[in-house]
């Protein structure tokens, strides 16, 4: 079992920046790809970034490509994702997301942290 905590999100003007963090509790993190999605009011989620196991391959949507970086430490059981010049059509409610590389089935989401980003 994988419990993940998101934390690092806030109040922003247009052009801030904010890190987000996710935390795992649970061993064998490294194992696990994990991703970030986002939900705005009123959409359906979306794909923001992912990294690899062993933070071999990132990817990101189009819409954050050059100004977001998804990194991990799985020293600290933790994913990031920092997050520059940040527009307000970037505001939404951000989870993680983390699926077993070798586990099937092993699919886990985080409770969200809110980031708002005002003109």
């Known amino acids: 079992q994988v419990q993940l905590t998101e934390s690092g999100g806030g109040s922003v003007q247009a052009g801030g920046s904010l890190k987000l963090s996710c935390t795992a509790s649970?061993?064998?993190?490294?194992?696990?790809?994990v991703a970030w999605f986002r939900q705005a009011p009123g959409k359906e989620r979306e794909f923001v970034a992912s990294?690899?196991?062993?933070?071999?391959?990132?990817y990101y949507a189009n819409s954050v490509k050059g100004r977001f970086t998804i990194s991990r430490d799985n020293a600290k059981n933790t994913v990031y994702l920092q997050m520059n010049s940040l527009k307000p059509e970037d505001t939404a409610v951000y989870y993680c997301?983390?699926?077993?590389?070798?586990?099937?089935?092993?699919?886990?989401w985080g409770q969200g942290t809110q980031v708002t980003v005002s003109s």
């Open positions: 649970g061993r064998a993190f490294s194992t696990y790809v």
């Open positions: 997301n983390a699926v077993s590389a070798k586990i099937a089935g092993a699919h886990y």
């Open positions: 990294i690899g196991a062993r933070a071999l391959g990132t």
